[in-house]
T-cell receptor, first 113, second 109 residues
Framework: DAGVTQSPTHLIKTRGQQVTLRCSPK?????VSWYQQALGQGPQFIFQ???????QRGNFPDRFSGHQFPNYSSELNVNALLLGDSALYLC????????????FGPGTRLLVL | GQSLEQPSEVTAVEGAIVQINCTYQ??????LSWYQQHDGGAPTFLSY????GLEETGRFSSFLSRSDSYGYLLLQELQMKDSASYFC??????????FGTGTRLTVIP
């Protein structure tokens, strides 16, 4: 049973560029949430996708956008990268009513220079 | 908005018991979860409390008091591999986790 997978594992970009991160949920899960984790901090909720629509959004600017595909996989896009976007980006999957447990992927570490 | 407070660091001896406290202020509270994260790794689910009281899972237990907006994670028979960061997270709305800043636990021989 495959867990949550993310790609790429590491990424280096320069300011102003755009980046796309990918996530495949755990088998059987149809809800995907994205989090940003800065060094030494807890994960911060970016947004959640269910049935190919953004269901909830955290306090992140519109430069952060996403998409969910019919197979439940998801992408996170960040435009006009800033130095402060350097972080670990985590994807978590769950059932839509599975509030208790979210399963996290290994994350993508993004460095913006 | 939401806010969670937990100690930034805790050190304990192998074999001992340690308690990590978490207080929260939030609207639309649904439950409190605990996650463990080793350096360089992903958060992994440990425990969940939706109702007041104690939940036990092996060496780990978690407690919630909704009236006090307070919870704790109890780790017993500490092992070196328990050295990690521990996050409490409030569940609000539809399946959304709001994390604290984490407690770094160091287990010493």
């Amino acid at each position: 049973d495959a867990g949550v997978t993310q790609s790429p594992t590491h990424l280096i970009k320069t300011r102003g560029q755009q980046v796309t991160l990918r996530c495949s949920p755990k088998s059987g899960h149809d809800t995907v949430s994205w989090y940003q984790q800065a060094l030494g901090q807890g994960p911060q909720f970016i947004f959640q996708y269910y049935e190919e629509e953004e269901r909830q959004r955290g306090n992140f600017p519109d430069r952060f956008s996403g998409h969910q595909f019919p197979n439940y996989s998801s992408e996170l896009n960040v435009n006009a990268l800033l130095l402060g976007d350097s972080a670990l980006y985590l994807c978590a999957s769950s059932f839509p009513t599975g509030r208790e447990t979210q399963y996290f992927g290994p994350g993508t570490r993004l460095l913006v220079l | 908005g939401q806010s969670l407070e937990q100690p930034s660091e805790v050190t304990a001896v192998e074999g001992a018991i340690v308690q990590i406290n978490c207080t929260y202020q939030t609207s639309g509270f649904y439950g409190l979860s605990w996650y463990q994260q080793h350096d360089g790794g992903a958060p992994t689910f440990l425990s969940y409390n939706g109702l007041d009281g104690l939940e036990e899972t092996g060496r780990f237990s978690s407690f919630l008091s909704r009236s006090d907006s307070y919870g704790y994670l109890l780790l017993q028979e500490l092992q070196m591999k328990d050295s990690a960061s521990y996050f409490c997270a409030v569940i609000t709305g539809a399946n959304n986790l709001f994390f604290g800043t984490g407690t770094r636990l160091t287990v010493i021989p």
